[in-house]
């Protein structure tokens, strides 16, 4: 696929110290954007970027079967209903912006999630736009929490909004 003239990657890391994610030297565009470029104008660039990123739903089921732990590529096919060659190119890009992580054995590549701020991201987002169709956000497939014990006091519920039914609330797996 040809690419057009001065296009690059984005490429994300995650900082080993911070854990916070910036773009890295390679392929970052705020290195040649302008010195007058405001402090706002370069967050809201990065912000593009990420979201540019994360733009397919394939990327977004993706990041969702790997929230619990790596996966090989056969289980994410599964996953997410797509055929190999396809998930391979999400995947890459992925990896090259250092939202995945990727290790070889044998045969098999494993993913995992490298950058838990894209994770946290896309699961706001994606459980805001599930309420907001009225819709149940993806359900998580963490282990179950363990019963309340017998005299364990519950929070009181939250009410309900006008205009709203009164329904479950679950984080959104993503």
């Known amino acids: 696929m040809a690419r057009a003239p001065g296009h690059r990657h984005q490429r994300w890391i995650v900082s080993s110290r911070q854990g916070k994610m910036h773009p890295s030297v390679y392929g970052n565009r705020l290195a040649h954007a302008s010195p007058h470029m405001s402090e706002d104008d370069k967050v809201f660039e990065a912000a593009g970027e990420l979201f540019a990123l994360l733009s397919t739903p394939v990327r977004l089921k993706i990041l969702s079967a790997l929230c619990h732990g790596e996966r090989n590529v056969s289980y994410l096919v599964e996953a997410t209903h797509t055929k190999q060659p396809n998930l391979s190119q999400h995947l890459t890009a992925l990896y090259r912006a250092g939202i995945l992580g990727r290790r070889r054995e044998g045969t098999q590549i ?3 999630i490298q950058s838990q701020q894209a994770v946290q991201l896309c699961r706001a987002v994606c459980t805001q736009i599930a309420l907001d169709l009225d819709l149940e956000p993806p359900v998580s497939e963490a282990p179950r929490r363990k019963p309340a014990t017998k005299g ?23």
């Open 110 to 112: 494993f993913y995992s």
């Open 152 to 174: 364990a006091s519950k929070a009181p519920a939250k009410p309900t909004p006008p205009g709203r039914p009164a329904r479950k609330l679950t984080t959104a797996r993503v």
